[in-house]
């Protein structure tokens, strides 16, 4: 069995910061693409960001230079920094990993929420 735990969620000013935090454990043997997705209710989940084993990264545009994210492929962690942080990134946030070449695996959540 594989988990993955999100931490690093809070509250925060518009313009602030916060880092998440995604720790993979279980039964794994390689992970692939890590990401980090948001979700609104009643709206869909979204990707936010995506890095590959090599450190190739990919951004939602409404994120890009503000966002970044990065892993530790040696403790299988996988991190987002958020700064300039705004209300209408206000979301759960959830990590997920491509583990062992066949399944997928999210974490819990998170809920990040930024104030005007």
């Known amino acids: 069995q594989v988990q993955l735990v999100e931490s690093g969620g809070g509250l925060v000013q518009a313009g602030g910061s916060l880092r998440l935090s995604c720790a993979a454990s279980?039964?794994?043997?390689?992970?692939?693409?890590m990401g980090w997705y948001r979700q609104v209710p009643g709206k869909q989940r979204e990707l936010v960001a995506r890095?590959?084993?090599?450190?190739?990264?990919m951004y939602a545009d409404s994120v890009k230079g503000r966002f970044t994210i990065s892993r530790d492929n040696a403790k299988n962690v996988v991190f987002l920094q958020m700064n300039s942080l705004k209300p209408e990134d206000t979301a759960v946030y959830y990590c997920?990993?491509?583990?062992?070449?066949?399944?997928?695996?999210w974490g819990q959540g998170t809920q990040v929420t930024v104030s005007s």
């Open positions: 890095i590959t084993t090599g450190g190739n990264t």
């Open positions: 279980g039964s794994i043997f390689s992970i692939n693409a």
């Open positions: 997920n990993a491509g583990v062992n070449g066949r399944y997928v695996y």
